[in-house]
């Protein structure tokens, strides 16, 4: 501090003394004035030039604080902008403090509960416990929930005596969600379990058709040729699931980029539909284009749509009832589609049961695995459609009657 001052010291004597001398020199008053004038001048500009910002008083944005004593509510504001769920438990086991991710996951938790209404599980109660009697840290993970599962993690520690949540010691607590990690990993383990369980049926199968050809159909022609057949049909199943994942990966991997491309979206369905018009006595349906002449363009990636409809007019074909008609027609508008253009699909096969609707578009899940294994299916159709609606932001409903038929209707924005 005194360092800062001796400067100013310096100048008064050196102003003092030239004063003095002046005045014995019996010089006039205005020259003594102007003589100290100068000094002070010449000394300010070596201060301006000799200026150090670190130097410089601390600024007055910043507050200083003695050490250890923070602002109060400083904790509190910290924990409340942290992402995680935190809890402050007192030495008792009331909660005492839950920031605003905790007051969004346990809703229903109050100030001065008892720490066991946020989960009851067994494995974070007894943490909880052994930490309030003996103090450290530790470590849980664990699942809530019977019906539906959730995966948490959470990490307990205590909170020195003398914070702000309390005189005493007190447990803070984290709760992590882990349910959509542990759901996303089970998601891709069943994948990879899914696909090589298709691949590995048709392979097999192929593999006991080359044997037997080496073995005993050696000699005999017409159980070669049927035995080629079936042979051509694995391969080419197997043909269809390997370009099916690759699409469904593409797809995924383009996933944020939405198409933007104008496409006139009833001229690609009766592209879709002419390309499947030769499938029509095999599969002893008619197809039925009922969409007006001319229609909206909407922005799109044109081969991904035309996959969209080729993979539910397919189903219809498939699943529709021999000798019935498959329509494809305007969506009629509701409060919930506007902005958007549908256009459905409609079969008069089997139908779908309730309960299997919502899962029709998982990768792999079929109504009946044998029925479209034999169609040559891979059950990966509704999926890809779905990937490729959600790119475009739109959406896929699907409405069925047991026994009367189903009914497909892709939902696309129209800008
Ligand atoms: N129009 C429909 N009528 C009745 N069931 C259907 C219809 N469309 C689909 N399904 C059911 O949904 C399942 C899943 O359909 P998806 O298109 O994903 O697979 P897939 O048709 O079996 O195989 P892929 O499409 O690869 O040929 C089908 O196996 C079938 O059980
Ligand atoms: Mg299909």
Known sequence: MQERFWPYVLLALLSAGTAAILSVLDRPYWLIFLAVFFIVVI????????????????????????????????????????PLALVVISPVGRITYGNKAAKERFPHV???????????????????????ANGGSRKVAFSSGQETK????????????????????????????RTLERRSDKMRSDFIANASHELRTPLASILGYIETLQGHAREDPVAQEKFLKIMNKQASRMQRLVDDLMSLSRIEMNAHVRPSTPCDIFDLVREA??????????????????????????????DQL???????????????????????????????????????VRDHGQGIAPKHIERLTERFYRVNAAQSRNKGGTGLGLAIVKHILQRHRGQLRIESEPGQGSEF????PLE
């Open 273 to 302: 539909i002419a390309s499947l018009k030769p499938l029509e006595a095999e599969n002893h349906v008619t197809l039925d284009c009922r969409l007006p002449e001319n229609g909206p363009t909407v922005p799109g990636d044109r």
């Open 110 to 132: 109050k100030k001065g509960d008892h720490f066991a209404t946020l989960l009851r599980t067994p494995a974070f109660v007894d943490a909880v416990n052994e930490v309030i």
């Open 306 to 344: 035309n996959q969209v409809f080729v993979n539910l007019l397919m189903n219809a074909m498939k699943y529709g009832d021999k000798g019935e008609t498959v329509e494809v027609e305007l969506a009629p508008e509701t409060p919930e589609s506007a902005g958007m253009l549908g256009i459905t």
């Open 409 to 412: 209707t892709v939902w696309l």
């Open 150 to 177: 959730r995966y948490y993690e959470a990490r307990i520690g205590v909170l020195p005596a003398g914070s702000e949540f309390g005189v005493s010691e007190q447990i803070l607590v984290d709760i992590e969600d």
């Open 43 to 82: 000394f300010a500009l070596i201060r301006i030039a000799l200026h150090d910002p670190v130097e410089e008083p601390a600024s007055e944005l910043i507050t200083h604080h003695p050490p250890g004593a923070l602002p109060a509510g400083f904790g509190r504001a910290l924990l409340d902008q942290m």
